[in-house]
Structures are given as C-alpha cells and as structure tokens.
C-alpha cells in the first residue's frame, strides 16, 4: 500500500519552535515500522521554520516573508539531519525534497517530482517533503500550501497512494463538546460539526487548512486520516482500529 504521512509543525516541535526529540524518535519509529511491514511511504513534514525561530531566538513565526525564508534556511539543516540520523538508527535512508507550487503546476517538473519520488520509495529510501519555505514567495501571492497540509494532498494525488494522513495535535475532527468525530461520510454541513483548528503562532495551517485537503483527497479516491500526531497512532490506523477521524475515499 502506498502511504503519505504528513506531520504538524506543532506535532514534532515544543511552543519555542525547538525540536521535540522525543516526539520526533516516537514518530520515526513508527514510520519505520510501516516500512518495514511492506508499506510504500511518503513523509511529508513541517516544522523548519519553527526551528529557525528557536535557534534564532526569535518570539514567534515573523511576519516579513524575507525573514520566513531565513528562519527556513537555518532550521531546515536541523530537522533533515536529525530525520537522517533517527532512521539511520532504524536502518533506514532518508532523501530531502523541497518543494513548491511551480513544481505542480509545471507539466515537466511535475513529472520529475512524481519520477524521483516513484524512485526513493522503490529503492527503500524515504522521501521527506516540505515547502521550500527558503525560496518560496507563495504568501505574498496568497498561495500557501496550509503547513504542508495542501501539498500533502497534491503529493498523495501525484504518487497514486492509497491513503493518507494528517497527524496534528488533537486527537481528529473534535464536535462542540471537545468529542472525536470517528468517520466523516460527507463534508455536508461539517462546518456545524467540528470544533475550531488548533493553528499556532509557529504554524500557518489550522483544522480549516486540512478539511480543504481532506476534501480534495476523498474527491480523488484517497482514503484520509486526521490524528493526533504526539501519540502512537500508526500501528492503530493500519491495523483497522478507531483512530483520528476517518474520510473514506470517493464519500463526499
């Protein structure tokens, strides 16, 4: 089965933008795991520009486009090198791939995306994804891929997987009261449904950010999962346990 994994900023990093270790190892084990239990896999992850605010001392995400990239540019050597070193220690090769939207919309350099990835997932590699937040201008467009939850459908679309899932900070689409919604069938009224995202000061995504998302996958035959990303919860979703919540593929 091939699987695009897609992790919030807040989900691997602290409220200080620093890398949380421990979350990180407990996500790449389990992403090991999937691979070695046969899966074809994807990892798109966010979370460089919230390294670069920590190792720069800044308060939080700045504003200045031109200061994004720079954040981007310091901790995206951060994170890569500490993805590299956690799924070494699980036996296991990594490839950087950053991205942005002319990527997609180009026929030619879509292809390529789509080739390169086809070929680290043959070859046993994992292809961690993220925008290329260091050269990108998007926002000042007002074309944000979300925190990667946008570019995580597009990639999942390009590569034909299976599934993909969204692992933020709550445990899926919570109701009025604060209660897991467990399946999702239509995206009818949703909005009635599902309490408020949990868009931080280091992110730009946001609960409403992977409803666009989730919406276009199912819409493409993509079965989608919403998860709580600081908890074990990968085992669980492919295993066939009550998870996150639940959008069946093609059930808009």
């Known amino acids: 089965m091939r699987v695009v994994v897609k992790v919030g900023t807040h989900a691997i990093a602290k409220k200080t933008g620093h890398p949380d270790y421990p979350a990180l190892r407990r996500l790449v084990l389990q992403l090991a795991a999937l691979r070695k239990a046969g899966h074809e896999l994807v990892f798109v992850s966010s979370g460089a520009v919230a ?127 604060g209660k897991r919604i467990a399946q999702v069938d239509n995206f009818r009224n949703i909005g009635r449904l599902i309490h408020p995202g949990e868009k931080g000061r280091l992110s730009k995504g946001g609960m409403d950010s992977k409803l666009k998302a989730v919406k276009a996958a199912v819409k493409s035959g993509i079965d989608v999962y919403v998860a709580n990303g600081r908890k074990s919860v990968l085992e669980g ?16």
């Open 51 to 177: 390294a670069g605010v920590e190792a720069l001392g800044l308060k939080a995400r700045p504003e200045d486009v031109n200061d994004v990239q720079m954040c981007a540019a310091v901790g995206q050597a951060r994170f890569i090198c500490e993805y590299e070193k956690l799924f070494s220690e699980c036996g296991l090769k990594v490839g950087q791939i950053l991205l942005t939207h002319a990527d997609f919309e180009d026929r030619r350099r879509s292809r390529n995306v789509k080739n390169m990835l086809s070929r680290l997932v043959d070859n046993g590699i994992i292809p961690v994804v993220n925008e290329n937040d260091v050269v990108a201008d998007e926002e000042l467009k007002g074309r944000s891929f979300g925190d990667n939850d946008w570019m995580s459908f597009l990639i999942a679309k390009l590569v034909r997987a299976e599934v993909l899932v969204l692992l933020t900070t709550v445990d899926g689409l919570l109701d009025d009261d």
């Open 237 to 252: 979703i492919f295993s066939g346990k009550s998870i996150g919540t639940f959008f069946p593929g093609s059930t808009l």
